[in-house]
């Protein structure tokens, strides 16, 4: 990624942090104090909350955590919407995301992610 990209895109995630965000093209990148979560993580553990929830304690302090959802264009559209009440209010089960968390989808093609998914979200593209 150029400078430029680079810049931009920072910016974009400073100015939006509490809205969920899918990267187009940038499945590679690397963010700092990233919580990585596979899409296709099964919907009951997804809603076990005290698993993968447990990773952001270490970013308790931290101005910034990426939650960073991947793959997702990998599943069905059916599949994806496990993850509407995430990316819509933050939350699963009872579980609520910290303040300082941001969600960051990370995405080869666009053309496989659900509707209902494009319109919780703000789209990027690298």
Known sequence: MDK???IMLNQVLQNNLYNPIILVGLTDYVFEN???LSADID???LNVTTDW???F???SNAERVCLQICGLDK???DEQMKFVGLLKDRRIGSYKLPDN?????LVDDLGNVSE???SLVLVWNA
């Open 4 to 6: 430029k990209t680079k």
């Open 34 to 36: 990233t919580v990585v």
């Open 43 to 45: 919907a009951r553990e």
């Open 53 to 55: 929830c447990k990773k």
């Open 57 to 59: 304690v270490p970013f």
């Open 75 to 77: 599943l069905e559209k």
């Open 101 to 105: 968390v941001q969600i960051v989808v």
């Open 116 to 118: 209902r998914i494009k």
